[in-house]
């Protein structure tokens, strides 16, 4: 019921789905990096009904797509009190950045895919959670509900800083960066 799907697009007209790979988590938000790895990041499922527990685990899951079929080859586990929503990964392919609802930011040391290990983390220093994440360069942005954008600079992935914030009406769920515009 939960996991990823692969589809096959080549042929727009006839999208086939390849593979789904169940997962323990709900899967909120997919990366796929220039090697061929596939990141996905993981919340619990909460029903409606009050009487129905919560489903899943939270954390990310890396799935090796060179593999035929692909497979999970590496997880991160979450604390069982956190959701996580999204996941960047960093250019060189070493680092991952997950938003942590018990945490803010978590960064990942993912050198070894099989076991992925918590190197900081980051704490927002607002009463958001991070909900979206954007990697550019070494600057991470964040929209994190309440406060909005968060940016925080990531060139020492084991101690991220704030570089800087926006504040501005409504609710920050999601974030793109292009060129001069966020």
Do not use: C, W
């Not at 899951?61 to 079929?69: R, S």
């Amino acid at each position: 019921e939960y996991g990823v799907k692969i589809i096959n697009a080549s042929d727009i007209s006839h999208v086939i789905l390849e593979n789904s790979i169940d997962t323990p988590g709900v899967a909120s938000n997919v990366v796929v990096d220039s090697q061929g790895y596939l990141y996905v990041a993981e919340g619990i499922h909460m029903p409606d009904n009050d009487t129905i527990p919560p489903v899943g685990i939270a954390g990310m899951q890396i799935i090796d797509l060179n593999d035929n079929p692909p497979k999970i080859i590496g997880y991160f586990k979450a604390d069982a009190s956190s959701d996580v929503s999204s996941v960047a990964i960093s250019p060189d392919n070493f680092y991952a950045y997950i938003t942590d609802s018990s945490v803010g930011i978590r960064v990942l040391d993912i050198h070894n895919r099989q076991n992925p290990y918590p190197l900081a983390e980051y704490k927002l220093p607002t009463s958001g959670k991070g909900r979206n994440l954007f990697l550019e360069g070494s600057l991470l942005y964040v929209a994190d509900g309440v406060e909005h954008l968060q940016v925080i600079d990531v060139s020492d992935p084991s101690s991220p800083v704030l570089y800087g914030y926006y504040d501005s009406p409504g609710y920050g769920s999601d974030v793109v960066v292009s060129g001069d515009y966020i």
